[in-house]
């Protein structure tokens, strides 16, 4: 299971990429809903450890759940 960056709640702010340990957060390409840049999460790298939910500033951003439905790519 991976956790799941919501495109249009994600700012943009970045403390997850930092904080990742595997190196599975990305910017997005485009701009979100908001207007903002915005990161995603490689489910296929990701490990579940749940600290860029911990580290994430802006309420509701990443979620502890697998839902590609709500995280763009690209």
Do not use: S, Y
């Not at 485009?30 to 995603?40: C, E, S, T, V």
Request: with cysteine; proline share 5%; hydrophobic share 40%.
């Amino acid at each position: 299971m991976a956790h799941t960056i919501v495109t249009n709640v994600c700012e943009g702010v970045a403390d997850c990429v930092d904080a990742c340990p595997v190196a599975c957060i990305h910017p997005g390409k485009g701009a979100n809903k908001k207007g903002l840049g915005f990161f995603w999460i490689n489910a296929d790298t990701c490990i579940d450890c749940g600290i860029c939910l911990q580290v994430c500033p802006v309420q509701g951003a990443i979620l502890a759940e697998e839902r590609p439905e709500l995280q763009q790519v690209g």
